[in-house]
């Protein structure tokens, strides 16, 4: 049982109704992305939210542990006085010190414990204690879509434009609220009650109601050519990253993908998505169309979800068979 003598406690945020980590490389300019968070000032666009009572580690119950990452581990835990079921992920202070990522979590609780969409993961609340920082999060039973796809292989194409159609969603929601996530892969996505996929890590997001972007980061296969010849970008940078997300839910390896580090960036500067014989002409207009190297050139996340092939899968009786098939809300 974890042990947290000197609890702070921190108010629980959260609608009226509700009951109150990667396995490839992400780097980028901490120091650069904190300075640029703090001069954007706090999250306009807040969630009409109420207060309920405080927390600390005394008022939980901490069962089995889940999972553990780099800076912690996650649990299924209970909040005594509603019986009410949440993961619990514990991170280590010292951990997070040595990495030089307080301020990315930070961002994250402020913009993750704001968000309200079907497809984004919820964070509850927040406590710490001396030693260690506790996030409530929703559950997600399903795991990581990361671990399906390497077990599967490839998905179909009908299962990949249901996943698919979920994230556009969740980034369109994001975008609305003026955040840029920066970093979509199968690591960030889990899969929720009833199967609905899950954006779950915020790390690298931002919020960004006016200004341009020039932080570098993210995850190395999901870079997009505008970061990785160091311009300024914006949104953009996240129909890049989706457009990578299907080719590997496609393909089964992303489009880009080398065996050095230099070799991937060329990639991303200069080539073209190479497809198997199975992918359809209507994927590969699709996926052409969002990784053109020029931003201005990306078909907007609206079109996206107007486009035939995501159209043709995930609307009318296709939606009713998909769901029934591989979960999600209709």
Known sequence: MLQSPKSTKVRIVTPADDVAGGKRHRGGDKDKDAQEHSQSGVLEDCAVATEIPWFTL??????????????GSVYVARERRTGFIFALKVLDKNQLITHRVEHQLRREIEIQSHCRHVNI????????????????????????????????????EARSAWYFKQMVEAIQYCHTKHIIHRDIKPENILIGLKDTLKIADFGWAVHAPTSRRETFCGTLDY????????????????????????????????????????????????????????????????????????????????????????????KGENAVRLQKHYGGML
């Open 223 to 314: 870079l997009p050519p505008e970061m990785v010849h160091n311009k300024r970008y914006h949104s953009q940078v996240d129909v890049w990253g989706l457009g990578v997300l299907l080719y590997e839910f496609l393909v089964g390896k992303p489009p880009f993908e080398d065996n050095s580090e230099k070799g991937t960036y060329k990639k991303i500067k200069t080539c073209t998505p190479v497809f198997p014989p199975h992918v359809t002409k209507e994927a590969k207009d699709l996926i052409t169309r969002i990784l053109h190297k020029n931003p201005l050139d990306r078909l907007t996340l609206e079109e996206v979800l107007q486009h035939p092939w995501v159209h043709l899968n995930t």
């Open 58 to 71: 005394n008022d939980i119950d901490v069962g089995k542990r889940l999972g553990a990452g780099k800076f």
């Open 121 to 156: 993961l919820r964070l509850y609340s927040f406590f710490y204690d001396e030693k260690r920082v506790y996030l409530m999060l929703e559950m997600a039973p399903g795991g990581e879509l990361y671990g399906l796809l390497q077990s599967r292989g490839t998905f179909s």
